[in-house]
């Protein structure tokens, strides 16, 4: 298999941007999910989870290494004023922390098909980019398992030009100069659901398919145990069972 898409999202929930090659080190694709948008009043950070709305945005890295956020209409800022004005409530745009230490919670649905607005809970998220879980930092799908699912529902760091990445599970490869260790399969919740720019419409079946096929999970989460430069058009080289 080889890469033939390679995506980093810098802001947790909004669109992200299309590479031809990147860094990945031990935190994944440098500025993957590097920031995030948090409520000021319940100090949850949100995911479009629970609000859908921020799939409709996007962001992407400047020049200088900070990161700018496009809307719906166009418009490009990192005004929190302007942003709020977006969401309909006061957030702010965060970095991760530096020290890799503090942990942020999100706000989650109790039922995410049709949520009560008058109910919550909150998940913890990973340490330092906010990731959803600190063991998956690099996430890779294959156009033979995406089928006719279009890409961007599943939000993958690398997408596979093939069929298998099920099968990398508990295996180690080298993909350009990055060194991996795969290990499970990653969850899917109601995210993938959702509609999105581009002509990508609500499709609940989406959710229920991988469930019913697949034990609910779809894509392969990896650790980075040598960092390097990985290109569109690089093979995956399986080095150890």
């Not at 919670?105 to 990973?126: F, I, K």
């Not at 980019?129 to 930092?137: G, K, L, T, V």
């Not at 989460?221 to 390097?228: E, H, K, N």
């Amino acid at each position: 298999m080889r890469v033939r898409e390679l995506w980093r999202y810098p802001v947790k929930s909004l669109q992200g941007e299309r590479l031809t090659e990147g860094e990945v080190g031990p935190l994944g694709i440098e500025g993957d999910r590097r920031w995030a948008l948090f409520d000021r009043d319940t100090g949850f950070g949100l995911t479009a989870r629970r609000v859908p709305e921020l799939l409709f945005g996007a962001a992407r890295l400047r020049p200088d290494g900070g990161v700018e956020v496009v809307l719906p209409d166009g418009t490009t800022t990192v005004d929190e004023a302007v942003l709020s004005g977006w969401l309909g409530r006061r957030v702010e745009l965060r970095a991760a922390p530096d020290d890799d230490v503090d942990v942020p919670t999100y706000e989650s649905a109790v039922d995410e098909d049709g949520p009560d607005p008058a109910e919550w809970l909150q998940w913890e998220g990973a340490p330092g980019p906010f990731h959803d879980s600190p063991r998956i930092r690099l996430s890779l799908v294959s156009t033979g398992t995406l089928g006719t699912w279009d890409r961007r529902r599943f939000r993958a760091n690398v997408v596979l030009d093939g069929a298998g990445e099920d099968a990398l599970r508990g295996t180690e490869a080298e993909l350009g100069g990055a060194r991996l260790r795969f290990g499970t399969g990653i969850p899917r919740c109601v995210m993938t659901t959702r509609p999105q720019p581009g002509g990508i419409a609500r499709d609940t079946s989406v959710l229920k398919t991988v469930h019913r096929e697949r034990d609910g999970v779809l894509a392969v989460r990896a650790a980075v145990l040598t960092a390097g430069r990985v290109r569109v058009g690089d093979e995956l080289r399986r080095t150890a069972d």
